[in-house]
Nanobody
Framework: QVQLVESGGGLVQAGGSLRLSCEASGLTYVTGWFRQAPGKEREFVAAIYWSGITTYYADSVKGRVTISRDNAKNTVYLQMNSLKPEDTAVYYC?????????????????WGQGTQVTVSS
């Protein structure tokens, strides 16, 4: 069982930046970030394959968010720029035991506890 620990969340003003980190205790072939705002369903944000070459982004964050990974540290990063109030949510890191279609949360095997991101207007 791989443990995932997120960090880096916080309160930021609109237009600001945050970098989230997800440290894993073992290998995850695909690592994704999802978010869930109050009263809304969990939604896909971004994902990256173990190679670090293949990435996916939700249309709502494309151009503002960059996902990357440092396999030596078993850590995946989510750099978020030009943040908007609608980005406010709990952000979850998730990982898989194999290569899967990264957009579907149900296909992920491991989940972190989440980190709160709040963007004030």
């Amino acid at each position: 069982q791989v443990q995932l620990v997120e960090s880096g969340g916080g309160l930021v003003q609109a237009g600001g930046s945050l970098r989230l980190s997800c440290e894993a205790s073992g290998l995850t072939y695909v690592t994704g970030w999802f978010r869930q705002a109050p009263g809304k369903e969990r939604e896909f944000v971004a994902a990256i394959y173990w190679s670090g070459i293949t990435t996916y982004y939700a249309d709502s964050v494309k151009g503002r968010v960059t996902i990357s990974r440092d396999n030596a540290k078993n850590t995946v990063y989510l750099q978020m720029n030009s943040l908007k109030p609608e980005d406010t949510a709990v952000y979850y890191c998730a990982g898989t035991r194999g290569y899967i279609s990264p957009l579907a949360s149900a296909l992920y095997d491991y989940w972190g506890q989440g980190t709160q991101v709040t963007v004030s207007s």
